[in-house]
């Protein structure tokens, strides 16, 4: 089952609701989802790409409906534009996963400011 543009937005207000997330719009039409002026997901209109773990890369990658992200394969991102492989719950779960990804490569004051409003 294709990705739905509803979907998309469901996805997005729910990541959009994450401590420290920041809304932009990047290249015209992407939305986008930063930490501290990192990115960690890009919404369009059928799908969505977010930095995972380097472990989980190959794995998700190769699932039905998942594939490296444009342009940002190399830093593991992913795409999704089916729900084939992936339930949206473990889509939001994963957009939170990369926030934390993010998350633990920034200052460690910075890390201290959000692990302390948590």
């Known amino acids: 089952m294709a990705l739905r543009t509803e979907d998309v937005d469901a996805l ?3 990541a959009r609701a994450l401590p420290g997330a920041e809304f932009d ?4 039409t992407r939305r ?7 990115m960690f997901a890009l919404f369009h209109d ?5 930095k995972v773990a380097a472990d989980d890369f190959l794995v998700l990658s190769g699932l039905p409906g998942v594939r490296p992200a444009p342009y940002l ?3 593991r ?21 990369a926030r934390r990804l993010v998350l633990a490569k920034l200052p460690k004051a910075v890390r201290q400011r959000y692990e302390a409003s948590a």
């Open 12 to 14: 997005l207000a729910q």
């Open 25 to 28: 719009i990047k290249w015209e």
């Open 32 to 38: 986008v989802l930063s930490l501290e002026r990192k």
């Open 46 to 50: 059928d799908s969505v790409m977010y």
């Open 73 to 75: 394969a190399r830093a």
């Open 77 to 97: 991102w992913i795409e999704v534009a089916s729900l084939e492989a992936l339930s949206l719950e473990q889509l939001h779960a994963g957009i939170a996963d």
